[in-house]
């Protein structure tokens, strides 16, 4: 508007220094206006922003000091006038551009009413200038010609160096790539370099582990086994199993396996393996021959006429031992070559405990002195007792215990080094009953030769688990090295039981406390054998029990008989016999004798009893108490005994009571009748209505009294007389006369009671009459 104004002829107004300030104050609110619509500060043109610097310039100290801070950012201006505020922004003259304008308005000497003047000064000093500074450039053409050519050269200059500079790029660039491969190649002969002595050292290593030392193949594939070279063989069998581990994967890597060189070394070690255990398997099968025909040559080693020989393996099993590391490496080199050698070995030591077994059965039986004829323990009728009791046959028994206590214990001992020897995975313990066994036989020689030798043969292979496999394996080993050996065993049972039957109460005895010694697995064969001649000892026994039955029964076939019969007693000095003989073993196998035999004897008893009933009671129960009489101690004692002595004591009783009554009624038949008649009729009648029965009345009661009773002293003796004559066993007759008189006294007794009941007013002689009357007899 200003602007506008200037350029019109009217003339402008005379402007006071107040209507200056409202126009600077106005021009700031209009820049201010324009800044905050804008966001920027407006290009002003002519003299105004002059004019307004020098404006604000004298206005400066009419700011104060706390609006002209320049941390709040624009700086008010405060007018006294009009309260109109303007804001000037400190940016809006740099500081330069003020210095000059200060040294330029210094120049001019005008006051600030001559603004127009000096603005319109200033447009022609900037019009000379332009003007002077065109005309240098006229004048300065051929120069300006000149710096362009130089220009244009300095450009193709440039644009060569450019060119060339990618030239030298792209060299560089070449030359870079080919350093970089240079050192990849270094880089790779170095790892290779490195490679290839780390091969070098492995391919060392190989060559000394596929190296086989020139000793060690000598002794492998001719190497003599005599006991001196056998640690040099062991070294060489150490040194080939670790040669052969380590050619395998776990230990050689597998990377090597397949080298062609490793190959052939792990097939030339294989060949020598095998040509070693060749050699070896046919040296100690040849070895096991020679050691048992050596000691078959020898007749020292075995039992002779009057001289029992204990077998003693100490010195075969001391050379065995030589060769049990052998053995050891053996199985871990080819384990399938320890059948036939284990074949070999028992097939040749079977040879020998079969012969030392034959030989020392064969010497026990001749030097034991015992009864040459069999005893019948049941048969016949008289002249038996003595001999039985004085025949001494104990000696047969302790020559079956010797048999066991010498040859259970050499078998637990054979069984025990077989298992260890021939390697298998199980244990073997010696049980402590064998030991102590071998012990009670008397025999002086150290026990300590018995040292099998075999606990440090590999003391780090101490394996204790089981293994089911090699536990069959080792039965059928064993079987292979005892077989045949019980049959001297069982002919030593059988000489014994034809001798006295008893003894296979003692022997089962013995046999029963040898069987739960054997519990190690290396016993197996010891059990079964054991078991074995129990049972056999049991099948003769109870033989000898069913044909003593027979015997027992045979009895009853036989004419008539009174009196005890004669299995009764032998049957009390027969069990006797078995008490002596069991020694607190072999209860279970007696108590079944007992049964049997007491059984069978009571049922025969009771058949020849019934053959004469007349005399039926008198035999029962003389039968009855010569058993109770004759097993009395026994019973005491013997539980089983004690039962069946209970069972004839109330069979005794009751053949008593029966052939009491038989002989009381015998003599007094007509007196207790009338009594039985009485009681009949009390259970339908009244007492005083029984006189006024038909043979009841009180002459019927007076004849039957003096029927009766009168002579009663000769009756009693006749019943007395009866009772004596046909009784067998006098020592019976006291106590069967006072059961006799006793029963006599209780019936009289009922019957007096009942007369003075029925019959108030008849007398008959009172209890107290009888009871002194039969005192007296």
């Known amino acids: 508007g ?176 080919d350093i970089e491969s240079i050192e990849t190649r270094n880089n790779k002969l170095e790892m290779q370099s490195v490679n290839n002595k780390a091969l070098i050292e492995e391919l060392d290593k190989l060559l000394e582990r596929l190296r086989i ?27 080939l199993t670790n040669a052969l581990q380590g050619l395998e994967v776990p230990s050689l890597d597998s990377s090597f396996s397949n080298m062609r060189a490793v190959k052939e070394k792990r097939a030339e070690v294989d060949k020598l393996k095998t040509t070693f255990v060749r050699r070896a398997s046919e040296f100690l099968r040849t070895y096991f021959s020679s050691l048992v025909d050596f000691m078959m040559s020898d007749k020292s080693y075995f039992s002779q006429r009057g001289q029992l020989k204990r077998p003693d393996h100490a010195d075969l099993r001391y050379k065995c031992r030589t060769y049990a590391r052998l053995l050891q490496h053996l199985r871990s080199l080819d384990k399938n070559c320890l059948g036939p050698l284990r074949k070999a070995y028992c097939t040749s030591l079977n040879l020998l405990l079969r012969r030392e077994a034959r030989e020392f059965a064969n010497e026990l039986r001749s030097s034991t002195k015992a009864s040459k004829n069999p005893i019948v323990w049941f048969e016949g009728l008289t002249g038996l007792n003595q001999s039985v009791n004085n025949a001494d046959t104990s000696a047969a028994s302790e020559a079956y215990a010797k048999m066991l206590t010498i040859f259970i214990p050499l078998l637990v001992d054979e069984s025990s080094f077989f298992a260890h020897f021939m390697c298998f995975e199980v244990p073997t313990l010696l049980p402590p009953e064998g030991i102590a066994n071998r012990n009670k036989a008397g025999d002086d020689k150290d026990d300590a030769d018995d040292d099998l030798g075999i606990i440090d043969i590999d003391e780090n292979d101490n394996k204790a688990g089981q293994n089911s496999a090699d536990l069959e394996a080792l039965n059928e080993s064993l079987h292979d090295l005892l077989d045949g050996i019980q049959e001297d065993f069982f002919a030593v049972v059988d000489w014994a039981g034809k ?12 046999t029963e ?79 079944q004798a007992y049964t049997k035999f007491v059984t069978i004897m009571f049922v025969t008893l009771d058949k020849i009893a019934q053959t004469d009933l007349k005399y039926q009671d008198i035999m029962l129960l003389e039968n009855y108490a010569s058993f109770q009489n004759s097993l009395y101690d026994l019973a005491n ?97 006291p106590s069967l006369w006072d059961k006799c008189k006793k029963e006599f006294l209780d019936k009289y007794e009922s019957f007096v009671k009942l007369i003075n009941k029925v019959y108030p007013t008849e007398t008959i002689p009172s209890i107290s009459e009888m009871r002194g009357l039969l005192a007296s007899m």
């Not at 104004?5 to 206006?33: A, E, F, G, K, Y």
């Not at 500060?41 to 002519?46: E, H, N």
């Not at 190497?223 to 040194?239: L, T, V």
């Not at 001798?499 to 013995?510: K, R």
Request: aromatic share 6%.
């Open 213 to 239: 030392p020139s000793e060690y193949a000598a002794c492998l594939t001719g190497g003599s086994f005599d006991e001196s070279r056998m640690p040099k063989n062991i070294e060489a069998c150490e040194w």
């Open 513 to 591: 406390r040898y069987i739960p010694g054997q519990k190690a697995d290396a016993a197996g064969f010891v059990r079964i054998l054991l078991d074995d001649l129990e049972s056999r000892i049991s099948v003769q026994f109870s033989r000898f029990v069913e044909e003593t039955c027979h015997q027992i029964e045979r009895n009853e076939r036989n004419v008539r008989q009174l009196g005890v019969l004669s299995f009764i007693p032998r049957f009390a000095t027969l069990a006797t016999r078995m008490e002596h003989y069991i020694q607190g073993q072999s209860r279970d196998l007696v108590d």
């Open 2 to 177: 200003f602007d506008n104004l200037r350029s019109q002829s009217v003339t402008p107004p005379q402007w006071t220094m107040r209507n200056v300030d409202d126009r600077n104050r106005l021009l700031l609110c209009i820049l201010n206006i324009c800044k905050d619509v804008l966001g920027r500060l407006p290009k002003v043109v002519g003299i105004d922003v002059v004019e307004m610097a020098l404006w604000a310039k004298e206005n400066t100290p009419a700011i104060t000091k706390q609006q002209a801070n320049p941390q709040n950012g624009p700086v008010p201006s405060v007018a006294e006038e009009g309260e109109m505020t303007v804001t000037v922004e400190r940016d809006l003259v740099s500081q330069a551009e003020e210095e000059d304008m200060e040294s330029l308005l210094g120049t001019y000497v005008m006051g600030i009413g001559e603004a127009e003047a000096f603005s319109e000064r200033l447009k022609r000093e900037l019009q000379a200038l332009e003007a002077a500074n065109v005309h240098a450039i006229l004048e300065n053409e051929p120069l300006i010609d000149e710096v362009l050519h130089g220009l244009e050269s300095a450009t193709n200059c440039v644009e060569d160096m450019d060119e060339w500079l990618g030239i030298f790029n792209v060299k560089l660039r070449h030359m870079r790539e």
């Open 499 to 510: 001798i006295d039957p008893m003894c296979c109460i003692s022997m089962h005895g013995i």
């Open 637 to 733: 004692v013997v539980p089983t005994l004690a039962k069946f002595y209970h069972q004839a004591s109330e069979s005794y009783e009751q053949a008593c009571a029966r052939h009491i009554n038989t002989i009381i009624y015998y003599q007094f038949e007509r007196l207790f009748q009338f009594a039985r008649r009485i009681e009949d009729l009390m259970c339908t009648i009244t007492p005083e209505e029984i006189p006024f029965q038909i043979g009841l009345s009180k002459a019927d009661l007076r004849k039957v009294i003096k029927h009766g009773l009168s002579g009663v002293d000769k009756s009693i003796t006749a019943m007395y007389k009866r009772l004596q004559k046909n009784l067998a066993s006098e020592e019976l007759l």
